[in-house]
């Protein structure tokens, strides 16, 4: 990891740690992050959204082994899924555990995602753990593809943005998103 890049990441967990709220590019669109695991932090993700928080969030994970640490179990489909994956796909998974309760949707479940991008592995290996992902728009607005199209009003609300050199490889399209029941059923809620 070159230098810059090990400061730009430090700099993000830092704020991540101190329950702030981060404006990062993901392997989709860019997005407003949080410690997944912090409530007061995830209520101001929803709040600079502008965002009913009925509406459950993504999280990111920097492997497939942080998973377990957020869910009581994997679903074989969902291990299979994963493995032939390519392009961004966010899996809900049942039972979450040890995340912020305003991430978990009513049902128990959480949405997952491993993300492509290089530079969101290893933010969340960096902070140790999951990071909410919601696209960095008002909510009912058009999610922001680039750096550009982001709300002036988002960029004022948080603690830290990362530095735009780092959206390379962005798709510019939200990820696919697939429920996994225990029994694998699959569920596709978004193409």
């Known amino acids: 990891m070159d230098e810059e ?8 967990v830092k704020v991540l740690k101190e329950g702030g709220v981060i404006l990062y590019p993901t392997d989709t669109v ?3 992050g949080c410690d ?3 409530k007061e932090a995830v209520e ?8 009913s928080d009925a509406k459950s969030l993504i999280t990111l994970v920097a492997d497939a082994d942080m998973i377990g640490r957020y869910v009581k179990v994997i679903p074989q489909m969902a291990i299979e899924l994963i493995e032939v994956n390519d392009k961004p796909m966010t899996i809900i998974y049942p039972g979450a555990m040890g995340l912020a309760d305003n991430v978990v949707a009513e049902d128990g479940s959480v949405g997952i995602r491993i993300p ?15 990071i909410v992902s919601t696209s960095a728009n008002i909510s009912g607005e058009e999610a922001p593809a680039s750096f550009e199209d982001i709300n002036a009003s988002i960029l004022d609300e948080v603690d830290h943005i990362v530095d735009p050199c780092y959206e390379e490889g962005a798709t510019g399209v939200s990820s696919q998103i697939i429920k996994v029941g225990l029994d694998g059923e699959i569920k596709i809620i978004r193409e």
């Not at 890049?5 to 993000?12: F, M, P, Y």
Request: glycine share 8%; with cysteine.
């Open 116 to 130: 492509q991008s290089e530079f969101c592995r290893q933010l969340c290996r960096r902070f140790g753990g999951a």
């Open 30 to 32: 860019w997005g407003i």
């Open 44 to 51: 101001r993700v929803f709040e600079i959204k502008q965002r």
């Open 5 to 12: 890049l090990k400061q730009e990441i430090d700099a993000a």
């Open 36 to 38: 997944a695991a912090d």
